[in-house]
């Protein structure tokens, strides 16, 4: 099975940008501890970084067609304001994990609302580079193969 692993703008800075808020991890040390639990999983999990709403919508609308069974994605500021991304992963209908580093719960009051995740099956927050790796044990869940660890 096949697992997308999308993360959107500026999340190319982890390590560097705010660390106060996002950790010293890189997205790079996240891919790869997600790929490394994937395989335990035997999910081969395939990472993808967009500054670019429409390469992320792009993406996700041919996940199904390129045989991904699922998707784990942090659409970083467009969590707050993409239909767009929204519609993607509605119109996909690949269960889907959205993942953030910090409890966007917790933070400014326009981060509060996520357009994307009514159409998930979940939401993992606030617990930084862990985050990656409950969502994908959350979607190793629902596609049945949690039993393997």
């Given at each position: ?38 395989k335990k999983f035997d999910l081969d999990v395939e990472a993808f970084q967009s500054n670019s709403e429409g390469d992320l919508v792009t ?91």
């Amino acid at each position: 099975m096949k697992i997308l692993l999308l993360n959107g703008p500026n999340l190319q800075l982890l390590g560097s940008r705010e660390p106060d808020i996002y950790g010293k991890t890189t997205l790079a040390s996240i891919v790869a501890d997600v790929i490394g639990l994937g395989k335990k999983f035997d999910l081969d999990v395939e990472a993808f970084q967009s500054n670019s709403e429409g390469d992320l919508v792009t993406i996700i609308g041919d996940a199904p067609r390129n045989g991904f069974s699922g998707i784990i994605i942090n659409p970083a500021a467009y969590t707050h304001t993409s239909v767009a991304i929204r519609d993607a992963i509605a119109a996909a209908a690949l269960p889907a994990v959205e993942v953030h580093l910090s409890n966007i719960n917790s933070r400014e009051a326009f981060r509060h609302e996520s357009l994307t995740a009514p159409v998930c099956i979940g939401v993992v927050a606030g617990f930084g580079a862990f985050s990656y790796q409950m969502a994908l044990r959350a979607l190793a869940n629902k596609l049945g193969v949690a039993e393997k660890i």
